[in-house]
């Protein structure tokens, strides 16, 4: 089973950017399509990002623009840069295949907020 483990979440104004990290316990990359995932308080997970085995990235309307994934298959990482943060971006992320895998890692916080 892979674990996956997020981190570069934090406090952030909006206006500024964060980078996200998740690193997998094993090489996973050439065989699933990964993406990033945020749930707010009250809502469901939404999916804002992916990058398929190719290389080739998608997202969601809202963040179009603003956040790039990105992925070292070296490390076994995938990335999140997330720019001109607004406070709708206020949400836990976490990373997992699409379709996801049953296991989800603890996802880190992220918080826009003067």
């Known amino acids: 089973q892979v674990q996956l483990v997020e981190s570069g979440g934090g406090l952030v104004q909006p206006g500024g950017s964060l980078r996200l990290s998740c690193a997998a316990s094993?090489?996973?990359?050439?065989?699933?399509?990964m993406g990033w995932y945020r749930q707010a308080p009250g809502k469901q997970r939404e999916l804002v990002a992916r990058i398929t085995t190719g290389g080739t990235t998608n997202y969601a309307d809202s963040v179009e623009g603003r956040f790039t994934i990105s992925r070292d298959t070296a490390k076994n990482t995938v990335y999140l840069q997330m720019n001109s943060l607004k406070p709708e971006d206020t949400a836990i992320y976490y990373c997992?295949?699409?379709?996801?895998?049953?296991?989800w890692g603890q996802g880190t916080q992220v918080t826009v907020s003067s």
């Open positions: 997992n295949a699409v379709p996801q895998f049953a296991s």
């Open positions: 094993r090489y996973i990359f050439s065989y699933y399509i």
